[in-house]
């Protein structure tokens, strides 16, 4: 999934965004109010993290601003600032949690499920094509009742192709999704992950689940049309 990470303090936001990305998720770094607001606006994310206190615009009045344009985007507000006054403008604003400095990774982590399971209700913790199972919380895969070792950048392009099954994906969707924004879309790496995919996905004796759609991407189904 793909997160908005606007933090003004440089060390903070490098140890949010290694943390993040070291569980799966794409991250696109803001320094200051004006630029989260332009890449919220410019571009479709799963989730936010905002820090309130930022240069030219705080985080509270980001989270107006978006939601003045229907953008809704889950928020978590990161703060130094824990009296309750600020914690009321945050989610009266439209914020969805917020978190006070110090936190830890994990707990960050756990409400940023939380907040992704309450935008979509209807999901389950789990997504399935055919006899491919994917579990969100453990991050556990298994084919065929056999379990399949991932890294988190292959559990986070499985994530996408099955979250769009059975329709193709792109190769510039799958970069924003799975990748962050300064990635270089020109490069074959997208290939060399679907290849190393398809040797843990697709077993000896097993139908293929994932197909090239030549002219589109990549598509995880049960069969080839």
Not at 102 to 119: G, K, M, N, T, Y
């Amino acid at each position: 999934m793909r997160i908005l990470l606007a933090e003004d303090e440089r060390k903070v936001a490098e140890h949010l965004r290694v943390g993040l990305v070291a569980e799966g998720y794409a991250v696109d770094v803001a320094g200051d109010g004006d630029e989260a607001l332009w890449l919220a606006e410019s571009n479709t994310y799963d989730a936010m993290l905002l820090d309130i206190t930022m240069p030219h615009k705080d985080g509270i009045t980001v989270v107006r601003l978006l939601r003045r344009k229907k953008i809704l985007t889950p928020v978590i507000f990161i703060t130094a600032r824990d009296d309750v006054e600020n914690k009321v403008r945050g989610l009266d604003a439209g914020g969805d949690d917020y978190l006070t400095k110090p936190f830890s990774i994990v707990e960050l982590l756990a409400r940023l499920r939380a907040v992704l399971r309450r935008q979509r209700p209807q999901a389950t913790t789990t997504l399935r094509v055919g006899d491919l199972e994917l579990d969100l919380i453990s991050h556990a895969a298994q084919r065929g009742g056999v379990a399949i070792e991932l890294t988190p950048r292959e559990f986070a392009l499985l994530e996408f192709l099955m979250s769009n099954s059975p329709k193709p994906v792109g190769k510039t969707a799958i970069v924003e999704h799975v990748w962050d924004q300064h990635f270089d879309s020109e490069t074959n790496v997208v290939n060399v992950y679907i290849k190393m995919l398809r040797r843990k996905i697709d077993l000896p004796a097993m139908p293929p689940l994932i197909h090239t759609v030549r002219g589109v991407g990549f598509a995880l189904r049960e069969d080839e049309p």
